[in-house]
């Protein structure tokens, strides 16, 4: 590729989806520039998980599975109990199919390293630049930040829930709803839960993962670092108003209430976590958008500005790194004189799947929250997690370089 037809990618946003779509344009050849507001790079956040469709795209990153492996959970399964503690089930993941590693750990400490090899791998990453407006014309986009106005081939928007990118794409101001429900969610030191006779289990043979379900809530808990270190979220319903945010702050008291009645072990994992690192994070609801392309189709949504997911589908973070790895695809077949339709491929590769893998998050929460609780001990198997091919057997990559032809040849006969 000559210097002429190399894509200028610009990025908006430092998460998963943003820095997944950098190294992804890197990889195949583009020229990407990335902005982000926060000043500084923190190890923000609790667990989050990563299926083996995104594990297939961390492995083609030099040394990062390496460092993955060094801190992410090695559970190997997941026990499931109701609220009283009664076993239900145990879904071991030897005995499952095998789609690939996945890979769950700490927020902060996986981005960091993905922060980190983006750079290695030549990124330009400008932090401390908040983007307050979009534009586009029919021979670039840009955006500005701190009153300068940065311009390229094609902008991706990777700026989470609460993008501002969605205004230019869909012409509107877009307001979320709640969903009903909120999860509280913490990760602290395993400290007194490794001594516990109630809780020890999870903590004295490696990582364990354990799940306990109620009428309309479900608590979920994991240890990691060979059992040294604690987490767990609880989803439960919750009408308040909706704060798309990672920080606000949870209060026990209103976890306890929501628990009351559950098994000893639960209520001792309560009072051993520390009353300051608990978020209350309100689960915002978002009919699909219509679209995630600009009108001139040089600028795109990806990750949760697109398409948030709910935590029970397990695949938020991964379709936000699926998104990125389609579309250096896309702009690579494209090229630059072309690039509004790699765009557009992007959306028409990727929508439907996407819409899908969010469903499944809605069907999990029902299967969970709304089983049968008087014989759900006959009937285990139904609630385990389900694990499907279509979704963790996916390449990204491999898929847009497939169905591009097709793809495009779909869209002409649509215009
Ligand atoms: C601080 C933080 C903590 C999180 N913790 C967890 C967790 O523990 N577990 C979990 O499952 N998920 C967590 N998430 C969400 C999870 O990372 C995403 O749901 C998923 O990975 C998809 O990522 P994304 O890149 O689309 O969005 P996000 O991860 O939300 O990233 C969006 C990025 O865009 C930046 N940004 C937003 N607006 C602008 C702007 N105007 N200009 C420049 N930059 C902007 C944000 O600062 C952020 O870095 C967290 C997200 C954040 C931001
Ligand atoms: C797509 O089309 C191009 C040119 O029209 C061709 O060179 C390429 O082999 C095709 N790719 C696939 C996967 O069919």
């Given at each position: 590729m000559t210097v002429t037809d190399q894509v200028h990618v610009l990025i908006v946003g430092a998460g998963f989806a943003g820095l997944t779509a950098a190294i992804e344009c890197k990889r195949h050849g583009h020229q990407v520039t990335l902005l982000e507001s926060f000043p500084e790079v923190k190890a923000l956040g609790d667990i989050i998980s990563f299926g083996a469709n995104a594990g297939r795209i961390f492995k083609r990153w030099p040394g990062v599975e390496e460092q993955f492996d060094k801190i992410c959970i090695q559970s190997k399964g997941l026990l499931f109990k109701n609220y009283l503690g009664e076993d239900l089930i145990y879904q071991d993941w030897d005995k499952e199919p095998y789609y690939g590693k996945n890979f769950n750990g700490h927020r902060g400490e996986m981005h960091e390293i993905i922060y980190r090899h983006a750079i290695e791998v030549g990124v330009d990453i400008k932090l401390g630049h908040r983007v307050t407006d979009y534009f586009e014309t029919d021979t670039e986009a840009g955006v500005v930040a701190n009153g300068e106005r940065f311009s390229a081939d094609v902008v991706l928007a990777?700026?989470?829930?609460?993008?501002?990118?969605r205004q230019i794409v869909l012409g509107y101001d877009d307001k979320p709803k709640s969903s009903g429900y909120a999860i509280f969610r913490t990760w602290f030191p395993a400290g007194e839960l490794a001594t516990n006779p109630l809780t020890k289990f999870m903590c004295e043979n490696g990582d364990y993962h354990c799940g306990w379900l109620g009428p309309d809530i479900h608590f979920l808990a994991a240890t990691t670092k060979g059992g040294k270190d604690f987490s767990w979220v609880c989803t439960h319903k919750d009408e308040a108003d909706i704060e798309e945010s990672w920080s606000t702050p949870g209060k026990l008291e209103d976890a306890r209430k929501v628990l009351e009645g559950w098994e000893p072990a639960v209520q001792a994992i309560i009072d051993a976590?520390?009353?300051?690192?608990?978020v209350d994070w309100k689960l915002v609801y978002r009919?699909?958008?219509?679209?995630?392309?600009s009108p001139k189709a040089r600028i795109a949504l990806i990750g949760d500005a697109a398409h948030p997911f709910l935590?029970?589908?397990?695949?938020g973070a991964s379709q936000a790194m699926e998104d990125g790895a389609t579309i250096a695809v896309t702009l690579e077949l494209a090229g630059k004189q072309k690039a509004p339709e790699a765009i557009r491929a992007f959306e028409a590769i990727r929508y439907g799947r996407v819409r899908a893998a969010q469903l499944t998050g809605e069907s999990t929460r029902e299967k969970w929250h709304k089983a049968d609780f008087d014989n759900l001990k006959n009937t285990p198997?139904?609630?385990k997690l389900p694990r499907e091919e279509w979704l963790l057997g996916h390449d990204a990559e491999k898929h847009a370089y497939e169905v591009y032809n097709e793809t495009i040849a779909a869209l002409e006969a649509k215009a």
């Open positions: 990777a700026d989470g829930v609460r993008s501002k990118g976590t520390p009353p300051d690192s608990l009919d699909p958008l219509p679209t995630w392309v935590p029970t589908s397990i695949q198997e139904k609630i």
